[in-house]
């Protein structure tokens, strides 16, 4: 069993950034890839961004790219997603997700594991 847990959240004006991190429980996760997914209420779960167990290898959504980068450190079981030139309609509840397999993922069925969420707000 794996816990992921995310921290970084919070309230931040348009154009702005935060840094949102997530620490797996256990050290097996550097073997896994790693995903971050959004939702808001009444949409379905969005891909954001994953990256592949070792890190060579980055996806991500239209909407984020340019803007946004995923990077891990394997050595401190950690994924983290820095969030630049924020957007209001960037605002969502954000999850961290890990999925058994060494390739990055855009699909949320593929993930094994899942946070609890860290809510991101964005005001205009």
């Known amino acids: 069993q794996v816990q992921l847990v995310e921290s970084g959240g919070g309230l931040v004006q348009a154009g702005g950034s935060l840094r949102l991190s997530c620490v797996a429980s256990t050290r097996s996760v550097s073997t896994y890839a790693m995903g971050w997914f959004r939702q808001t209420p009444g949409k379905e779960r969005e891909f954001v961004a994953t990256?592949?167990?070792?890190?060579?290898?980055?996806y991500y959504a239209d909407s984020v790219k340019s803007r946004f980068t995923i990077s891990r450190d394997n050595a401190k079981n950690t994924v983290y997603l820095q969030m630049n030139s924020l957007k209001p309609e960037d605002t969502a509840v954000y999850y961290c997700?890990?999925?058994?397999?060494?390739?990055?993922?855009?699909?949320?069925?593929?993930?094994?594991?899942w946070g609890q969420g860290t809510q991101v707000t964005v005001s205009s």
């Open positions: 990256i592949s167990a070792i890190g060579g290898s980055t």
């Open positions: 997700a890990a999925g058994r397999g060494t390739y990055p993922y855009t699909d949320s069925g593929k993930y094994n594991y």
